[in-house]
Protein backbone atom coordinates (compact mmCIF):
# COMPACT_ATOMS: atom_id res chain seq x y z
CA UNK A 1 0.00 0.00 0.00
CA UNK A 2 1.56 3.56 -1.01
CA UNK A 3 2.17 5.73 2.00
CA UNK A 4 -0.70 8.62 2.78
CA UNK A 5 0.48 11.88 2.02
CA UNK A 6 -1.22 13.15 4.80
CA UNK A 7 1.44 11.93 7.06
CA UNK A 8 4.23 14.79 6.20
CA UNK A 9 4.54 17.89 7.06
CA UNK A 10 5.02 20.90 4.56
CA UNK A 11 8.63 20.73 4.15
CA UNK A 12 8.55 16.79 3.43
CA UNK A 13 6.37 17.20 1.03
CA UNK A 14 8.29 19.86 -0.74
CA UNK A 15 10.65 17.64 -1.04
CA UNK A 16 8.31 15.13 -2.34
CA UNK A 17 7.19 17.42 -4.81
CA UNK A 18 10.64 18.16 -5.77
CA UNK A 19 11.41 14.86 -6.90
CA UNK A 20 8.44 14.00 -8.22
CA UNK A 21 9.63 16.98 -11.01
CA UNK A 22 6.74 19.14 -9.50
CA UNK A 23 7.12 22.87 -8.89
CA UNK A 24 8.03 23.81 -5.52
CA UNK A 25 5.18 26.56 -5.81
CA UNK A 26 2.40 23.92 -5.63
CA UNK A 27 3.66 21.99 -2.30
CA UNK A 28 2.61 24.77 -0.22
CA UNK A 29 -0.77 24.70 -2.16
CA UNK A 30 -1.20 20.80 -2.05
CA UNK A 31 -0.20 20.88 2.00
CA UNK A 32 -3.07 23.50 2.17
CA UNK A 33 -5.50 22.22 0.31
CA UNK A 34 -4.97 18.46 2.04
CA UNK A 35 -5.20 20.05 5.49
CA UNK A 36 -8.35 21.62 4.90
CA UNK A 37 -10.10 19.52 2.80
CA UNK A 38 -11.58 16.33 3.90
CA UNK A 39 -10.59 14.39 0.72
CA UNK A 40 -10.94 10.90 0.13
CA UNK A 41 -9.04 10.47 -3.37
CA UNK A 42 -6.48 13.36 -4.97
CA UNK A 43 -9.51 14.13 -7.68
CA UNK A 44 -11.30 16.14 -5.08
CA UNK A 45 -8.42 18.52 -4.49
CA UNK A 46 -9.22 21.90 -5.62
CA UNK A 47 -7.20 24.07 -7.76
CA UNK A 48 -4.46 21.66 -8.12
CA UNK A 49 -3.23 21.05 -11.86
CA UNK A 50 -4.26 17.50 -12.83
CA UNK A 51 -0.65 16.56 -13.95
CA UNK A 52 0.44 17.44 -10.43
CA UNK A 53 -2.37 15.01 -8.89
CA UNK A 54 -1.83 11.60 -11.53
CA UNK A 55 2.08 12.50 -10.37
CA UNK A 56 1.06 12.33 -6.44
CA UNK A 57 -1.38 9.39 -7.06
CA UNK A 58 0.64 7.23 -8.81
CA UNK A 59 3.04 6.88 -5.03
CA UNK A 60 0.77 8.30 -2.65
CA UNK A 61 -2.87 7.28 -1.01
CA UNK A 62 -5.11 9.74 0.06
CA UNK A 63 -7.55 7.77 2.92
CA UNK A 64 -10.76 8.53 3.85
CA UNK A 65 -10.58 7.91 7.77
CA UNK A 66 -14.70 7.01 8.23
CA UNK A 67 -16.22 7.48 11.78
CA UNK A 68 -18.21 4.22 12.26
CA UNK A 69 -20.06 5.20 15.34
CA UNK A 70 -20.89 8.71 17.58
CA UNK A 71 -22.42 8.75 20.72
CA UNK A 72 -23.43 12.29 22.32
CA UNK A 73 -23.81 12.59 26.33
CA UNK A 74 -27.02 13.23 27.45
CA UNK A 75 -25.16 14.61 30.70
CA UNK A 76 -23.55 17.29 29.44
CA UNK A 77 -22.76 17.35 25.39
CA UNK A 78 -19.83 15.52 25.23
CA UNK A 79 -19.26 13.58 21.74
CA UNK A 80 -17.04 10.47 21.39
CA UNK A 81 -16.43 9.52 17.95
CA UNK A 82 -15.06 5.92 16.61
CA UNK A 83 -12.47 5.82 13.84
CA UNK A 84 -12.04 2.58 11.84
CA UNK A 85 -8.65 2.70 9.77
CA UNK A 86 -7.87 0.61 7.03
CA UNK A 87 -6.58 -2.60 8.73
CA UNK A 88 -9.26 -2.73 11.12
CA UNK A 89 -7.28 -0.73 13.74
CA UNK A 90 -9.99 1.50 15.88
CA UNK A 91 -9.74 4.29 18.20
CA UNK A 92 -11.91 6.58 20.00
CA UNK A 93 -11.60 10.89 19.84
CA UNK A 94 -13.63 12.66 22.21
CA UNK A 95 -15.55 16.58 22.12
CA UNK A 96 -15.80 18.60 25.42
CA UNK A 97 -17.73 21.60 25.16
CA UNK A 98 -17.45 23.73 28.18
CA UNK A 99 -19.17 27.27 29.42
CA UNK A 100 -17.19 29.18 26.62
CA UNK A 101 -14.78 26.41 24.95
CA UNK A 102 -14.63 23.43 23.02
CA UNK A 103 -11.84 20.83 23.39
CA UNK A 104 -10.79 17.63 21.44
CA UNK A 105 -9.26 14.58 23.08
CA UNK A 106 -7.54 12.67 20.65
CA UNK A 107 -5.73 9.30 20.29
CA UNK A 108 -1.99 8.31 19.42
CA UNK A 109 -1.94 4.81 19.41
CA UNK A 110 -4.53 1.77 18.90
CA UNK A 111 -4.98 0.19 22.33
CA UNK A 112 -1.80 1.09 24.71
CA UNK A 113 1.11 -1.51 25.98
CA UNK A 114 1.53 0.83 29.43
CA UNK A 115 -0.94 -1.10 31.02
CA UNK A 116 -2.08 1.18 33.47
CA UNK A 117 -4.58 -1.00 35.93
CA UNK A 118 -6.86 2.22 36.22
CA UNK A 119 -7.72 2.51 32.65
CA UNK A 120 -9.70 1.18 29.97
CA UNK A 121 -7.04 1.05 27.33
CA UNK A 122 -4.66 -0.27 29.49
CA UNK A 123 -7.12 -3.46 29.62
CA UNK A 124 -7.13 -3.86 25.56
CA UNK A 125 -3.08 -4.39 25.34
CA UNK A 126 -1.30 -2.71 22.13
CA UNK A 127 -2.20 -2.43 18.76
CA UNK A 128 -0.21 -0.35 16.99
CA UNK A 129 0.98 3.43 16.45
CA UNK A 130 -1.35 5.80 15.02
CA UNK A 131 0.06 7.91 12.11
CA UNK A 132 0.28 11.17 11.75
CA UNK A 133 -2.71 11.31 8.97
CA UNK A 134 -4.78 9.14 11.23
CA UNK A 135 -3.97 11.64 14.27
CA UNK A 136 -5.00 14.70 12.13
CA UNK A 137 -8.20 12.95 10.54
CA UNK A 138 -8.76 12.76 14.25
CA UNK A 139 -8.64 16.91 14.42
CA UNK A 140 -10.71 17.21 11.84
CA UNK A 141 -13.49 15.27 12.79
CA UNK A 142 -13.34 17.28 15.87
CA UNK A 143 -13.29 20.29 14.45
CA UNK A 144 -16.07 19.79 12.02
CA UNK A 145 -17.75 18.91 15.15
CA UNK A 146 -17.20 22.34 17.05
CA UNK A 147 -18.31 24.07 14.07
CA UNK A 148 -14.88 24.80 13.11
CA UNK A 149 -13.99 26.70 16.60
CA UNK A 150 -11.93 24.08 18.35
CA UNK A 151 -10.29 26.26 22.13
CA UNK A 152 -7.95 23.49 22.82
CA UNK A 153 -6.42 19.51 21.89
CA UNK A 154 -5.39 17.32 24.30
CA UNK A 155 -3.27 14.39 23.40
CA UNK A 156 -5.46 12.08 26.55
CA UNK A 157 -6.82 10.02 24.25
CA UNK A 158 -5.72 5.93 23.72
CA UNK A 159 -2.15 5.26 23.81
CA UNK A 160 0.87 6.99 25.06
CA UNK A 161 1.87 9.69 23.22
CA UNK A 162 5.81 9.27 23.97
CA UNK A 163 5.89 5.93 23.03
CA UNK A 164 4.58 7.52 19.21
CA UNK A 165 6.62 10.74 19.48
CA UNK A 166 8.20 11.18 15.77
CA UNK A 167 4.22 10.15 14.72
CA UNK A 168 2.50 13.00 17.23
CA UNK A 169 5.31 15.59 16.77
CA UNK A 170 4.76 15.08 12.87
CA UNK A 171 1.19 15.75 13.78
CA UNK A 172 1.53 18.98 16.11
CA UNK A 173 3.78 20.49 13.32
CA UNK A 174 1.40 19.51 10.40
CA UNK A 175 -1.54 21.01 12.66
CA UNK A 176 0.44 24.12 14.11
CA UNK A 177 1.71 24.92 10.89
CA UNK A 178 0.48 28.89 9.06
CA UNK A 179 -0.32 27.11 5.52
CA UNK A 180 -2.67 24.37 6.84
CA UNK A 181 -4.85 24.19 10.11
CA UNK A 182 -2.59 26.99 11.78
CA UNK A 183 -4.13 25.32 15.27
CA UNK A 184 -1.60 27.19 18.02
CA UNK A 185 0.38 24.53 19.40
CA UNK A 186 0.10 26.63 22.39
CA UNK A 187 -3.34 25.71 22.32
CA UNK A 188 -2.63 22.09 22.54
CA UNK A 189 -1.58 19.42 25.78
CA UNK A 190 0.10 16.44 25.27
CA UNK A 191 -0.23 14.18 28.31
CA UNK A 192 2.63 11.57 29.34
CA UNK A 193 2.31 8.80 31.83
CA UNK A 194 6.49 9.78 32.49
CA UNK A 195 8.71 8.30 29.29
CA UNK A 196 11.70 10.36 31.01
CA UNK A 197 14.07 10.60 27.99
CA UNK A 198 10.89 12.24 26.02
CA UNK A 199 9.97 14.69 28.63
CA UNK A 200 14.09 15.67 28.40
CA UNK A 201 13.85 15.75 24.61
CA UNK A 202 10.91 18.17 24.83
CA UNK A 203 12.61 20.59 27.12
CA UNK A 204 15.51 20.89 24.50
CA UNK A 205 12.75 21.29 21.98
CA UNK A 206 11.22 24.87 20.32
CA UNK A 207 7.86 23.52 20.30
CA UNK A 208 5.29 25.82 22.02
CA UNK A 209 3.03 22.77 23.21
CA UNK A 210 1.70 22.35 27.23
CA UNK A 211 3.04 19.45 28.93
CA UNK A 212 0.87 17.19 31.34
CA UNK A 213 2.33 14.51 33.49
CA UNK A 214 -0.09 11.87 34.87
CA UNK A 215 1.43 11.31 38.63
CA UNK A 216 -1.51 9.34 39.90
CA UNK A 217 -0.29 9.08 43.02
CA UNK A 218 2.80 10.19 44.91
CA UNK A 219 3.51 7.33 46.60
CA UNK A 220 6.01 5.03 44.54
CA UNK A 221 5.09 2.10 45.94
CA UNK A 222 1.56 2.34 45.10
CA UNK A 223 2.34 4.00 41.72
CA UNK A 224 4.51 1.23 40.55
CA UNK A 225 1.34 -1.19 41.26
CA UNK A 226 -0.97 1.16 39.69
CA UNK A 227 1.33 2.18 36.44
CA UNK A 228 3.80 -0.84 35.26
CA UNK A 229 5.78 1.84 33.74
CA UNK A 230 6.75 2.96 36.77
CA UNK A 231 9.32 -0.03 36.70
CA UNK A 232 11.10 2.03 33.82
CA UNK A 233 11.07 5.27 35.07
CA UNK A 234 10.20 5.71 38.74
CA UNK A 235 8.45 8.50 39.76
CA UNK A 236 11.44 10.10 41.56
CA UNK A 237 13.04 10.01 38.37
CA UNK A 238 9.90 11.50 36.49
CA UNK A 239 9.85 14.28 38.91
CA UNK A 240 13.44 15.59 38.47
CA UNK A 241 12.99 15.32 34.80
CA UNK A 242 9.72 17.99 34.99
CA UNK A 243 11.76 19.94 37.47
CA UNK A 244 14.13 20.46 34.76
CA UNK A 245 11.32 20.85 31.97
CA UNK A 246 10.26 23.75 33.89
CA UNK A 247 13.61 25.53 34.77
CA UNK A 248 14.99 25.19 30.81
CA UNK A 249 11.37 26.32 29.38
CA UNK A 250 10.10 28.82 31.87
CA UNK A 251 6.96 26.95 31.41
CA UNK A 252 4.68 25.31 34.31
CA UNK A 253 4.04 21.70 33.84
CA UNK A 254 0.04 20.15 34.66
CA UNK A 255 0.49 17.16 37.25
CA UNK A 256 -2.67 14.92 36.78
CA UNK A 257 -3.55 13.27 40.25
CA UNK A 258 -5.84 10.16 39.70
CA UNK A 259 -8.16 10.24 42.67
CA UNK A 260 -8.94 7.16 44.04
CA UNK A 261 -11.33 7.19 46.77
CA UNK A 262 -9.58 5.92 50.37
CA UNK A 263 -6.36 4.82 48.80
CA UNK A 264 -4.77 8.00 47.73
CA UNK A 265 -6.81 10.93 48.65
CA UNK A 266 -6.20 11.52 53.21
CA UNK A 267 -4.20 14.46 54.51
CA UNK A 268 -1.13 12.68 54.23
CA UNK A 269 -1.49 11.65 51.10
CA UNK A 270 -1.71 15.23 49.83
CA UNK A 271 1.17 15.93 52.16
CA UNK A 272 3.78 13.62 50.17
CA UNK A 273 2.41 14.98 47.58
CA UNK A 274 3.09 18.90 48.27
CA UNK A 275 6.46 17.26 49.36
CA UNK A 276 7.17 15.83 45.92
CA UNK A 277 6.17 18.32 43.96
CA UNK A 278 7.84 21.47 46.21
CA UNK A 279 9.93 24.21 43.98
CA UNK A 280 7.77 22.95 40.55
CA UNK A 281 5.80 25.58 38.86
CA UNK A 282 3.31 23.89 38.17
CA UNK A 283 -1.14 23.54 38.21
CA UNK A 284 -2.42 20.02 39.83
CA UNK A 285 -5.39 18.34 38.25
CA UNK A 286 -7.46 15.93 40.62
CA UNK A 287 -9.35 13.41 38.35
CA UNK A 288 -12.08 11.46 39.83
CA UNK A 289 -11.61 7.83 39.26
CA UNK A 290 -14.27 7.03 36.20
CA UNK A 291 -15.48 3.47 36.40
CA UNK A 292 -15.37 1.31 33.60
CA UNK A 293 -16.63 -2.84 33.43
CA UNK A 294 -13.77 -4.84 34.74
CA UNK A 295 -12.06 -1.88 35.86
CA UNK A 296 -11.22 -1.32 39.95
CA UNK A 297 -14.06 0.11 41.98
CA UNK A 298 -13.18 2.93 44.02
CA UNK A 299 -15.95 5.40 46.16
CA UNK A 300 -14.73 8.89 45.76
CA UNK A 301 -15.51 10.68 48.82
CA UNK A 302 -16.62 14.63 47.41
CA UNK A 303 -15.79 15.93 50.92
CA UNK A 304 -12.43 14.31 50.77
CA UNK A 305 -11.47 15.09 47.68
CA UNK A 306 -12.01 18.93 48.01
CA UNK A 307 -10.32 18.64 51.45
CA UNK A 308 -7.23 17.38 49.34
CA UNK A 309 -7.59 19.91 47.42
CA UNK A 310 -7.72 22.68 50.35
CA UNK A 311 -4.48 21.51 51.69
CA UNK A 312 -2.71 21.52 48.37
CA UNK A 313 -4.19 25.28 47.42
CA UNK A 314 -2.59 26.12 51.65
CA UNK A 315 0.63 24.84 50.60
CA UNK A 316 0.45 27.44 47.64
CA UNK A 317 -0.28 24.62 44.69
CA UNK A 318 -2.42 26.02 41.94
CA UNK A 319 -5.13 22.85 42.24
CA UNK A 320 -8.31 21.98 40.33
CA UNK A 321 -10.67 19.43 40.75
CA UNK A 322 -11.42 18.17 37.20
CA UNK A 323 -15.84 18.20 36.53
CA UNK A 324 -15.50 14.80 34.26
CA UNK A 325 -17.66 14.73 31.17
CA UNK A 326 -19.14 12.19 28.99
CA UNK A 327 -19.45 9.06 31.92
CA UNK A 328 -22.87 8.13 30.55
CA UNK A 329 -21.07 7.12 26.58
CA UNK A 330 -17.77 5.77 28.41
CA UNK A 331 -16.02 9.24 26.99
CA UNK A 332 -14.50 10.51 30.59
CA UNK A 333 -10.65 10.00 31.68
CA UNK A 334 -9.70 6.04 31.33
CA UNK A 335 -12.85 4.78 29.90
CA UNK A 336 -12.14 4.72 26.40
CA UNK A 337 -11.93 1.29 24.63
CA UNK A 338 -13.25 1.50 21.36
CA UNK A 339 -16.21 -0.19 22.56
CA UNK A 340 -19.46 1.55 21.46
CA UNK A 341 -21.84 -0.49 23.44
CA UNK A 342 -20.66 0.10 27.06
S1 LIG B 1 -3.49 5.82 31.26
FE1 LIG B 1 -2.55 6.37 29.30
S2 LIG B 1 -0.55 5.34 29.38
FE2 LIG B 1 -1.82 4.34 30.97
S3 LIG B 1 -2.77 2.57 29.91
FE3 LIG B 1 -4.19 4.32 29.74
S4 LIG B 1 -3.73 5.23 27.74
FE4 LIG B 1 -1.97 3.96 28.33
Given at each position: ???????????????????????????????????????????????????????????????????????????????KLLFRFQDGAEVESVIIPGKNRVSACLSSQAGCACGC????????????????????AQFAACLREAGGNLSSVVFMGMGEPFLNWENVKKSIL?????????????????????????????????????????????????????????????????????????????????????????????????????????????????????????????????????????????????????????????????????????
Open positions: MFPDIRDYTRSELSEIMISLGVKKAHATRVFGCLCRKNAGNFSELSGIPESVKVKLAAGYSLAWFPVIDRRVSKIDGTIVFCATGALGFRRDLKPSEITILSDNKGCNFPQTKMTVSTVGIVPVIQELAKSDLKIKLAISVVTADEKQRAKLVPMNATYPLAEVIEAARHYCLARNAQVFFEYLVLGGENDSPSDAEKLIKLIKGIGCRVNLIPHNLWRGGPVRADSHARVKEFQKLLIAAGIRTYLRVEKGSDIMAACGQLAVNPGT
